[in-house]
């Protein structure tokens, strides 16, 4: 692939991780029928799965403009975002792709047609002061609840954007948050409990897109909470690390585990319902609840490594019970997407 400010690491394409998608798992079964109708093109196993997503992906992207899609939210868009370009670059010859990458934004390039796949970091959506660089003590962190605009700006153009924004408000803290013009600063910030904070949040963001945004030329789709499983209580496994060592999805149908806050999905249902603009969820939350068998665990990378065959054995620090295995989850995701594209 050719490179031009950096490169990203597309080893997670090959990477045989311990997931496999959705696609031809009985849990299938148990997802609308939309998806149905996905599966008689992508028949059964992953492989099969990729090459013809691959193939609908190309004629979509015929149709994306120029600057076609945008993932903007945290490392769990990220994740999405890199299951759409492995995907896609798997059916573009060398020559016509590249990627230019930076701290907060990706840009993925389909040069034959035209079209970029991108991400935006903005965990919250809404600007803090940990957003680049990243504030590791949450207690430090400071969100700018009433504005987008920094960020915002990076949004503008784009035909098909796609948000999310949920795992960095549930640092279990109150949120410190500023908004209108605090004379003193950071110093007037004030802490605000999650799901308020997150609501306020969410309002802003929802404003600028009624606001800024032409439906008529763009279309926007907000992806739910990606679930996480650090608690292995909750499928009943007292004894359990976290997801480490899971080689199954959960069985049991309607499976809701900790990791998935139902307060905030509501919250997000309800702050969308009221927008102006006909935002599209990709939800998908249930069908990822299942997957415990489905994240990167001691698999991961830390600050840009694999982990050390040391870290491995101490999956309780270690193993990513948040993100997910390429090809895997997200790629479901992405069908899903596509599906209403
Ligand atoms: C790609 O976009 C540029 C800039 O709009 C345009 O000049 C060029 O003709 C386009 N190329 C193709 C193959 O559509
Ligand atoms: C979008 O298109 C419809 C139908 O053509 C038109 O009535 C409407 O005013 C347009 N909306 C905007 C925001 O341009
Ligand atoms: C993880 O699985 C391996 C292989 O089944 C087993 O030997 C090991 O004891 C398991 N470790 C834990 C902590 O469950
Ligand atoms: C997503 O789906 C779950 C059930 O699978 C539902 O409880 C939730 O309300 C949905 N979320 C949104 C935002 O539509």
Request: proline share 4%; hydrophobic share 40%; net charge neutral.
């Amino acid at each position: 692939m050719e490179s031009g400010s950096s490169t990203i690491h597309l080893n997670h394409c090959t990477q045989t991780g311990v997931a496999h998608t959705l696609i031809g798992n009985s849990l299938v079964l148990r997802m609308d029928a939309l998806i149905m109708i996905l599966i008689t093109f992508t028949g059964n196993g992953s492989l099969m799965t990729a090459s013809c997503l691959g193939l609908i992906l190309k004629l979509h992207l015929k149709s994306f403009g120029e600057r076609g899609l945008m993932f903007v939210g945290d490392s769990l868009q990220r994740n999405q975002w890199e299951s759409f370009v492995c995907l896609v670059e798997s059916i573009i010859p060398v020559k016509h792709k590249s990627m230019r990458r930076d701290h907060s934004h990706a840009v993925f390039q389909a040069k034959e047609y035209n079209a970029t796949i991108e991400f935006y970091w903005a965990p919250f959506l809404v600007e803090s002061n940990s957003d680049n660089p990243i504030i590791a003590d949450p207690k430090s962190r400071i969100l700018r609840v009433d504005s987008v605009s920094k960020h915002a700006k990076f949004w503008v153009g784009v035909d098909i954007l796609a948000f999310n924004t949920y795992v960095w408000w549930m640092s279990g803290l109150k949120v410190n948050s500023l908004w209108g013009s605090f004379g003193n600063g950071e110093e007037g910030a004030e802490e605000l409990d999650t799901p308020i904070a997150y609501k306020i949040g969410l309002k802003t963001w929802a404003n600028w897109i009624d606001s800024n945004i032409d439906p008529n030329k763009t279309r926007v789709f907000f992806t739910t909470m990606s679930p996480t499983h650090t608690r292995s209580e909750d499928w009943n496994k007292k004894d359990g690390i976290k997801c480490f060592n899971e080689t199954r999805p959960v069985m049991k149908r309607g499976h809701w585990g900790t990791g998935s806050n139902k307060h905030i999905m509501s919250i997000v249902s309800n702050v969308v319902r009221k927008m102006k603009f006909p935002v599209t969820f990709i939800n998908i939350t249930q069908l990822s609840e299942y997957r415990i068998d489905g994240h990167a665990s001691i698999y991961n990378e830390l600050g840009g490594q694999l982990l050390t065959d040391e870290q491995k054995t101490d999956p309780l620090r270690y193993a990513d019970c948040i993100h997910w295995c390429l090809p895997g989850v997200p790629d479901t995701w992405n069908q899903i997407f596509l599906a209403y594209l």
